[in-house]
């Protein structure tokens, strides 16, 4: 079964929400969320996102589980075009569930083959829950880690990692807080799953679940959406942002047959890596789709202003066109030489993770060469309340007139502001650098998966050619 | 004589202010506007303001004529220790007049003596009327320059330069608009100066003068303080911002005494170069202060987090280290090798723009190693206004705790949201890349003054040792 | 018909070659030029290199027409394999010619199309002629350009750019020289090619031709192998490198049945072009190849110097990595995003040009990388005479044990200095950087390619939601 | 007493010398190592080399003992003048001595102090034996560190760092080996200083000596000079050159009145350090006027080559003279902000090691920067020998003829090769990465010297403004 947005946004029902310390009944009503959502059900409008499964029902391509290079091009196509959709904001509601469960999938039956555990039976009911509801989820996998130096066990608060408090015949009880955890609000199910490897004496903290979000316990505290309440100006953020929350679990009781590793430590490691590993590949092809608003605006104001020609603003379009192409080249090379386990095509970790750690190191170049495109005048420029003073209006349009016409390159400004100059555009910086895995765990995701032998045999040759 | 803060609040009169459209007849007691004044008053708070001048009158040490390097290194600790006292952001309202007088100062006796006008007498009563009354000063410069591809006299709105409109016996009239004037509306005078070299084509464009800033014609329109106005959880810009304008001027009349060129278009590139090289020292001079707030706040977010040890977190320290002491040398060099002209000391060129291309293309990395060390979390975390709801804020404070209490590890993630995160991010960016002169121009100021011969010599010797 | 690469060697003969000032008769054994014969030689030995075309002859693989993203994949690895067979050394003998065969074939076939000439089929001729005979080839496509601000036919010497002097009923007669003719003394045959877009004006520069190397009026003045003469401890260069001529034509004819432009001015531009896309697409190929050399001993290094873990050096090694992969992706993708054109599939420019400037601007990095692992002692070590005075081998061997022993550390220091810290590094560096096109040259390629129409798109729709 | 360059050509006797394995009697007569005593000789002839000491005496400026800025300011032109002098290649026969001579004044009277030593006495007849006789020095300081995991006293070959293997009434007797020792085949003494900080079991390798270069036991491994026995179109190394030794110690004995260190292993540390940051000092003095080759010829080859005015030049320009003028902002701060100790004025560690950071990690810069103005020619062009064929000659000067005659270019591009595509590019790139310390001992010296703590109040005031 497929969904409509509205049959989406009819459902929705997160339990308890908070955003600026007040309690939200209503996510989809409220001035605020109520955007998140509407931007959250616009994967429901997508026009090319089903596709029918073996059976003759209809799927969101999200959850088809790709099982070779084209698979995963097509899912990177899917990813890139729906972030084009959304205005180049990233439409994370299938995308960070489905690389979550593929993640399950293949970790689970090896759990289950060490120790006789049913993980992977529950890991399926899940994906079954999903594709038959269309369901959107959201991941929950950074903790609030405390003391960084040590380890979750060692930790003077034990709940700074979520564990296990308690475990029964029913199921388990968990403890804890989860941080970024994006679109929960708007998320039909929560799956959380581990941050780390851990060890023998952190088995309580190796534990993976998914929960319903409107389970008793379970807390959700908003970030503010200053992009939207902060800049009167904005014109993106008044129709799409995506929310993040600090998720907070106060022994929130789940059931076995919702519960994907309770303790096996060894995997909690593999686990995170390959959900990073999947999740990376939605980041290098979303990032690409982000990249357009910056090259777009950039293009079209180097034109307003009449300095496309320049030489420096040529450099600055290349910094620009190069980020949004590596990206491009990250994720087709990475579905290019996926490694198939359990079936499943993983895309190639070293790839991915080059992609992913020159958008960390380098999407300030977006913004950069926004910034100087534009001009200083995106932080001077006055206020659109301005525009209702009738005198101040036709000032600002007789003075900020250039190639084109004075309403159209404040619009232009307005939109550069916003992406460049604001709110919007320190959020974006933070995220890019942190979001999907943080410049040293790409560092180390890349190097994890790299193989300098032949690089070595090279050496070898040479040095002793008789061998 | 001197004033206090207090004298200096009661007496401030700019006339015609609009601030979001609304037409603002009191700026020091607005809500938003009145913190911007309190932040142009701190000047006059400043324990080490003063110097006594030759006939035993107290003056403001910003309108001390640096006569050799010793009085530029003085000047520049003012501007660092000044921007310093305002908590890392820049007080304008002394430093950019006089850095124009002093311009003015030289060129007005060059015109002077080419054209046998009175300019320089003009200057010197200027600068007489600032030291008596203890003045603050505006500068106006950037015209909005319409279609970049033309010059002044070639625009289809012949306003897109401020001109000249008609001279008689009295003085001038003047129309147009500059963008960008810094604290303007917190100014008692505004001093205007042309933009770029003219040509005898442009004459009527090879203009300078200053003005009242209550004087008729004349209009303020603030840009939107967002930093302070948009992101509720701000600690800083509740203390300290500065405001620019757009400054429209519709036929205001300046009497000659006031006039400092009016059409010796030969001498409108000197005036805009002389002036962007002390105010490039400014730049230079307050930009290591403003690196303070992110190398202090990185360094205790470091220490918070458990990390300070980490090499990439070393390496980031570095960066943010490496920029304010490049500032640092670029203002030391640039006053240890200044040029006396007409008695007065002009900072070196070359050793100005060193460092303000390097600000320009290297503060992205105060922001960028802040939110390195930050994470995620200064853009993901809860509202202030979380902390109003008792529940939120036992969790908030419980969880974001590290090796230090939650409570003050949350307020340094706000401030970091502030600094890295947020609307004053994306100003403080796009501010660090233009004002002063942008990459390009700091590049054209650079290769100007600069010198070749010596390394051309070596080469010839080389080449041909017998000559 | 392939040959093996003794009959290659066997039937080598260029005609005029200088190798510094001396004519070299034969270039196969000549104690330095024989070098680079056999490494040409080593072509013919790599195992993979023949393929069975229609009428079951065997062909040479470098001469298959890639006809869609699989032949081009192919052609990559190709290019990569032998690259690395011949120990990072590019081996240019039969690409650089299908290059630009394959080329040739396309714009052919435009200009008899608008001239009614009959080049394509002369283009045949030689394509045959080449998978016959298996044929080594070189290209001469940069001209020696003299004032560069002027046009080929404004120059005061009117050969600074390649030219017909004379057409006649049996052929052409052309004069000038080109620069940077790789390998040409090794090839049968030299493809001439023009290095710019001409005008009208220009005609006579408009020529491209093919031309025995043994052909009367032809010389080849070969760079000096300084890589190897003047570094006693060098290894790689005593096996493999490749050699550069500045090539003469006084007053050359060429029969009509080896031309295939002449005087079509406004094909000029579009042969350079389509040359330098394929050229670049093996430039990316081989370089993934070379930078093996570099991480490979630097892997090695780092582990004899027991610094593998450290910070730093784990940075190094991924810029290193970092830096092949990006020619890796941008080949794969230029295969993947391929254009057909006349049934032959070129290599798309956007992802062709991204790799290629990414190598010009980083291939630096490289030599960086190794330099900061392996230490100041590349440079002030012994040198490898040192080792034939035993009180001295002995002094050396056991000051430089590490990890490792003295005599394994000081041949991968050798080497290291070979590679980094000798003629052979500027050597690389300077080649990496203009080789196959110069910065500016890839950026132009890029930008020419690109299309921001998307991107604009994306604001359009935002800025006017309703259209 | 001050020595001409022929006094101290005739008086030069280094015992043990070798080059490539044989062994050399006469180190001035000799085809290659006697220009490198030219070199070392150049600075006896530097016209403003002497002042005047406070009994009459004359003595080098070298030795000039630094009290303030204003000296390390002389200091600071002494060595870039004579750089210059000695065409942009530095001479360090007295700088480095007197660096070293510089911090054990400061350090031996610590070590006395403690330990009732006797050290600084020795110190004192060193130097009043150097000013007396106008010596050369060199400094031993790198040891070559066998397993970099190790202290010295845990290698398993004791001699891995240099060490005491004997103390008695006469002396000590000291084995191992030093690496880059620059110069010491033209120096009347060798100083020896330790490497890094050494503990109490270290306390064998806490050494410091000096000791004359024809002393028993001793013996010198230099370098080959490939840059200009590799390199027939060299130049400059035909003129200047500086050779490193690896310096061997065979149970070498050493007077007790030249130790300066033996077993006091907490002050290694710091002699280590405080050498380091006098010899940085050093090293961005003569940075910049090496810098001027760059530059020079850059300009010039822009010139001829009709491209001076193009933007990417410009950039490429702009990049080189960055580098040139931070090296010249890092000693005039570093002397500005000197520190006093034991009357001796040291300079600021902070801002030589910004200036020592910056150049490690950017020289690459001068080279890229003359790589990519000079084109790739300067690696593919003719050699010298082909001027020697008349033929050859004539077309070498026509075609490489641009806006400049052929001849003159050839020779600029002789040069350029020289510089940047030779031998001694790699070696230029190895040795500014390395010599004086490496980027990460930079980066140490940097941060240790570093104070936090204004920013850290800034960041208190703001966070806490009641306090």
């Known amino acids: 079964m497929v969904r409509t947005s509205s049959e989406f946004l009819k459902t929705l029902h997160p339990g308890n929400v908070y955003y600026r310390g007040k309690k939200i009944d209503n996510v989809v009503s409220h001035d605020v969320l109520g955007i998140g959502a509407k931007h959250a059900a616009k994967l429901f409008d997508y026009p090319d996102r089903v596709f029918t499964g073996n059976s003759g029902e209809k799927i ?157 316990g379970l807390r959700f505290i908003v970030r503010p959406i200053d992009e939207l309440e902060g800049n009167s100006s904005s014109i993106l953020s008044k129709m799409d942002f995506e929310v993040e929350t600090t998720t907070i ?110 958008s960390n ?7 950069n060469g926004l910034i100087e495109i534009s001009g200083g005048i995106i932080v001077t420029m006055p206020s659109v309340e301005d525009l209702e003073n009738r005198q101040n209006q036709k000032y600002i349009y007789k003075y900020l007139a250039s190639m084109a016409p004075g309403e159209y390159r404040f619009n232009l400004l307005r939109l550069a502001k916003e992406l460049a100059g604001s709110n919007l555009a320190g959020y974006m910086l933070t995220l890019m650098a942190h979001a999907e895995g943080s410049v040293e765990a790409s560092k180390i995701g890349l190097l994890r998966g790299y193989n300098v032998n032949e690089a070595r045999d090279m050496i070898r040759k040479i040095l002793m050619p008789g061998d």
Not at 162 to 185: C, F, N, P, R
């Open 60 to 216: 969101s391509k999200y959850f088809k589980v790709p099982e070779n290079t084209e698979d995963l091009i097509s899912r990177r196509e899917l990813i890139y075009n729906t972030t084009n959709y959304c205005n180049g904001i990233f439409n994370i509601s299938q995308a960070i569930g489905s690389d979550a469960i593929f993640a399950m999938k293949i970790v689970s039956q090896k759990i289950d083959k060490k120790y006789n555990t049913h993980y992977y039976k529950n890991v399926e009911s899940l994906y079954e829950r999903c594709i038959k509801n269309d369901l959107t989820l959201a991941v929950a996998q950074t903790d609030t880690k405390g003391d960084r130096s040590k380890r979750p066990e060692e930790q003077d608060d034990i709940d700074s990692y979520l564990h296990i408090t308690k475990k029964d015949k029913e199921g388990i009880y968990v403890t804890g807080a989860k941080v970024h955890t994006t679109q929960s609000i708007y998320a039909d199910e929560l799956i959380v799953i581990p941050y780390r490897n851990m060890t023998k004496k952190d088995c309580d903290y190796a534990v993976a679940f998914s929960v319903s979000t409107n389970t008793p």
């Open 249 to 358: 679990f106060d022994n929130v009781f789940i059931p076995w047959d919702h519960v994907y590793m309770a303790g096996e430590g060894e995997f909690a490691g593999e686990l995170a890596n390959l959900f990073a590993t999947f999740h990376r590949f939605t980041a290098v092809s979303y990032r690409a789709a982000t990249a357009n608003l910056y090259i777009g605006i950039a293009s079209m104001m180097a034109e307003a202003n009449g300095i496309e020609n320049a030489g420096h603003v040529k450099n600055k379009m290349l910094d620009m066109i190069q980020y949004k192409e590596i990206m491009t080249m990250s994720s087709y090379t990475a579905a290019m030489f996926c490694e198939i386990d359990s079936g499943i095509a993983v895309p190639n970790p070293v790839y991915t993770n080059i992609g992913k750690l020159y």
């Open 361 to 367: 190191e380098n999407f300030y170049r977006l913004i």
